[in-house]
T-cell receptor, first 116, second 114 residues
């Protein structure tokens, strides 16, 4: 298996632009997670899906952030409009069993976002 | 407030020694605690999981302890190697009323000198 796939790996954009990050989870996994990592705040959970349904989006920083999972093999995280403070590494992770605590999460390589 | 603390200072040890990393938490009652390894420019990789009713878990050169009274987990790497150099993250797996949150510490960077 190719593991969790994220694109793009690097994104540089200007303040005010829309940014879309993409994720393909491991085939057969039923949970998908979006995280953000910064030096100041560490690794933070933004939102997670079970069986394509958003379960908890309490970590989404504000309305500028939105996430979708139209099918089991694809998810997007969108920031509109982007701001410099959104600069971070965004990780997508997936796990096998939906909603079961303790199951292993598999992380993608991340997207490094820089907003100028 | 809820908090997870890992030593922010890097841990430098000599090859062959045992590395011990600490994860302390407050105001949580996690059902599980996980340890992950993160290399520069990569996503975290799962290493070990320990349940609240387990005291110790081992996997090859790795050992994790979990003391729910002290609210602390210790992560040991025995016979450390330069290839063990990385950042190690602990994560509390909290499942409450159908919602799940894997909350990560900030990580401790381990440097194993040859």
């Amino acid at each position: 298996d190719a593991g969790v796939i994220q694109s793009p790996r690097h994104e540089v954009t200007e303040m005010g632009q829309e940014v879309t990050l993409r994720c393909k989870p491991i085939s057969g996994h039923n949970s998908l997670f979006w995280y953000r990592q910064t030096m100041m705040r560490g690794l933070e959970l933004l939102i997670y899906f079970n069986n394509n349904v958003p379960i908890d989006d309490s970590g989404m920083p504000e309305d500028r952030f939105s996430a979708k999972m139209p099918n089991a093999s694809f998810s997007t995280l969108k920031i509109q409009p982007s701001e410099p403070r959104d600069s971070a590494v965004y990780f997508c992770a997936s796990s096998l069993v939906a909603g079961v605590p303790g199951d292993t999460q598999y992380f993608g390589p991340g997207t490094r976002l820089t907003v100028l | 407030s809820q908090k997870i603390e890992q030593n922010s200072e890097a841990l430098n040890i000599q090859e062959g020694k045992t590395a011990t990393l600490t994860c302390n938490y407050t105001n949580y009652s996690p059902a599980y605690l996980q340890w992950y390894r993160q290399d520069p420019g990569r996503g975290p990789v799962f290493l070990l999981l320990i349940r609240e009713n387990e005291k110790e878990k081992r996997k090859e050169r790795l050992k994790v302890t979990f003391d729910t009274t002290l609210k602390q987990s210790l992560f040991h790497i025995t016979a450390s190697q330069p290839a063990d150099s990385a950042t190690y993250l602990c994560a509390l797996d909290i499942f409450n009323t159908g919602r799940r949150a894997l909350t990560f510490g900030s990580g401790t960077r381990l440097q194993v000198q040859p």
